[in-house]
């Protein structure tokens, strides 16, 4: 079910789910349960790619759902740095336009690391770089309705383009792209960050494989 990395390398949580599923919930859980470890979350999110050449109308035009729609090499380049104890400069994605901001944050590496999108388990680079790979599973109401509280109060958005989006491609990307990567999961896990069995489960084995790693550094 599991696997482990070479000892030297960090341990890799894969955590995906559709849009509003409670993901990041479930990351921020795993984050904080392990806050005494060196531990940090990459996401998806920040690797939309630069659109900074396009209009706004086409930027809006895009379909953000849709695998194409991320810059996965440069993803999937950033944590084989990290595995292999590098720095790496993260990009930060700015919502209201539609493209990546000019500035980045540096991550130092760490031994655990959280990847967090919706995406994360479509591409076989990442699933192979990945010691566990998580499927958080929710209602599709419960996704939509949480989707226009987020996208209303944080990204500015108004709710007949959160509806219209929602109907037009984040619906239907996630039953063709999103929902099919369920199988590579070793871990599916209802009801999200309300969960707190499966994030127990989660947070026992990630401290498990620390142990080991560090027992065996000590051999």
């Known amino acids: ?8 390398k960090p341990v890799i949580i894969g955590v995906t789910g559709g849009s509003s599923s409670g993901k990041t ?3 921020r859980a795993i984050y904080d349960e392990l806050a005494n470890e060196s531990i940090m979350i990459l996401q998806q999110d920040a690797y939309y790619n630069d659109q900074a050449e ?3 109308a086409e930027r ?4 953000y759902d849709h695998p194409l729609a991320f810059d996965t090499d440069l993803l999937v380049q950033q944590l084989q740095q990290l595995r292999q104890n590098q720095s790496i400069e993260v990009p930060v994605y700015d919502y209201t336009k539609y493209t990546r901001s000019p500035e980045t944050v540096h991550q130092d590496p760490k031994d655990v690391i959280i990847v967090e999108g919706i995406l994360i388990l479509d591409d ?9 790979k998580v499927f958080v599973d929710t209602d599709d109401d419960i996704r ?4 226009i509280e987020r996208d209303i109060k944080e990204r500015q958005r108004d709710l007949d383009g959160i ?3 929602y109907l037009t491609t984040v619906k239907p990307m996630y039953h063709q792209f999103v929902e099919p990567t369920k199988r590579y999961a070793d871990l599916i896990v209802p009801e999200g960050g309300e969960n707190q069995v499966a994030i127990d489960l989660l947070t026992t084995k ?5 142990l080991q790693k560090k027992n065996g550094r000590h051999e």
């Open 1 to 8: 079910m599991f696997k482990m990395s070479a000892q030297s």
């Open 25 to 27: 919930t479930v990351s």
């Open 54 to 56: 396009m209009s706004m």
């Open 60 to 63: 809006k035009a895009v379909n």
């Open 124 to 132: 076989e680079r990442l699933r192979d770089l990945m010691d566990i």
């Open 144 to 147: 939509i309705i949480r989707r």
């Open 163 to 165: 509806i219209d989006q």
């Open 206 to 210: 990630i401290r498990s494989i620390l």
